[in-house]
């Protein structure tokens, strides 16, 4: 660690690079990749939005040629743990319909199983459904969420928009 600056192990593009710098063995560089992707992983990320968080991204980045396979597989499960585990924090946490719908947008990381985004989706479609329509609304509630109009409904999906209403109008 000592050949590098502190920028090397934050930097996302010279850790995530295909070639290896000049003065490091190949074996050497995967043990340099694997620690600096790890760190990079389990640091505290300020940025508010999922979709740019270093986890996200790495699940939807190509292996490095020089990475071991079963050292890339084991930084993808722990970039999807903590992809779940955030994502899971924040659908219970947020009030704010308009972070909800905000949700409905990313996409399926490519290295995420379809199981784990299946289990995301299923829970942001249940807490969606209780914010918007909770157990005790009230008569213009329900007006409100029958209006074709409604701007908030018009940020989420049809198909959850569509089974919002028909459970209003029960």
């Known amino acids: 660690r000592e050949r590098f600056g502190d920028s090397f192990w934050t930097n996302e593009k010279d850790i995530l690079r295909n070639d290896k710098p000049w003065y490091a063995s190949s074996s050497e560089w995967s043990d340099m990749q694997f620690q600096a992707i790890n760190k990079l992983l389990n640091r505290y990320?300020?940025?508010?939005?999922?979709?740019?968080?270093?986890?996200?991204?790495l699940l939807n980045s190509?292996?490095?040629?020089?990475?071991?396979?079963?050292k890339w597989i084991a930084l993808q499960k722990e970039a999807s743990k903590l992809f779940m585990a955030e994502i899971s924090k924040e659908i219970t946490r947020y009030i704010e319909l308009g972070k909800l719908a905000d949700f409905f947008k990313l996409g399926k990381p490519k290295a995420l199983s379809v199981k784990s985004w299946s289990d995301?989706?299923?829970?942001?479609?249940?807490?969606?459904?209780?914010?918007l329509l909770p157990k005790h609304i009230q008569e213009e509630g329900i007006v409100r969420i029958l209006d074709p109009n409604n701007t908030i409904l018009k940020s989420f999906p049809t198909e959850i928009v569509d089974k919002i209403r028909e459970l209003a109008r029960k």
């Open 62 to 70: 190509q292996k490095p040629t020089l990475l071991s396979d079963e």
């Open 45 to 57: 990320d300020l940025s508010s939005n999922i979709g740019e968080k270093f986890y996200y991204r």
């Open 120 to 131: 995301f989706e299923e829970s942001l479609v249940e807490v969606s459904i209780e914010k």
